[in-house]
Nanobody, 117 residues
Framework: QVQLVESGGGLVQPGGSLRLSCAAS????????MGWYRQTPGKQRELVAS???????NYADSVKGRFTISRDNAKNTVHLQMNSLKPEDTAVYYC???????????WGQGTQVTVSS
């Protein structure tokens, strides 16, 4: 089994910044990708950003230029630096780890990000 522990969520004013972190532990023998998704009530979970072990990255159009994903492969951690936050970024953010490209992967418990004045 794989465990993912997220941290760094909270309340921030519009235009502010937050940094989310996720640490993976457990039976991790290989990693295809780590990433972040978010979900708001009544909506499907959506990709925010992901970073493959090949170093390729993928961002949602809505966060390009504002969010940056980074990984520490030696520590099995992934971070999401979120700048210029907007109210529409408010959501529960989930860390995801995929060991293989074909699997849905493992999920963290989620961390709330609220952008409000």
């Amino acid at each position: 089994q794989v465990q993912l522990v997220e941290s760094g969520g909270g309340l921030v004013q519009p235009g502010g910044s937050l940094r989310l972190s996720c640490a993976a532990s457990g039976s991790i023998f290989t990693i295809y990708s780590m990433g972040w998704y978010r979900q708001t009530p009544g909506k499907q979970r959506e990709l925010v950003a992901s970073k493959a072990s090949s170093s390729s990255t993928n961002y949602a159009d809505s966060v390009k230029g504002r969010f940056t994903i980074s990984r520490d492969n030696a520590k099995n951690t992934v971070h999401l630096q979120m700048n210029s936050l907007k109210p529409e970024d408010t959501a529960v953010y989930y860390c995801n780890l995929r060991r293989y490209y074909w699997e849905d992967g493992y999920w963290g418990q989620g961390t709330q990000v609220t952008v409000s004045s």
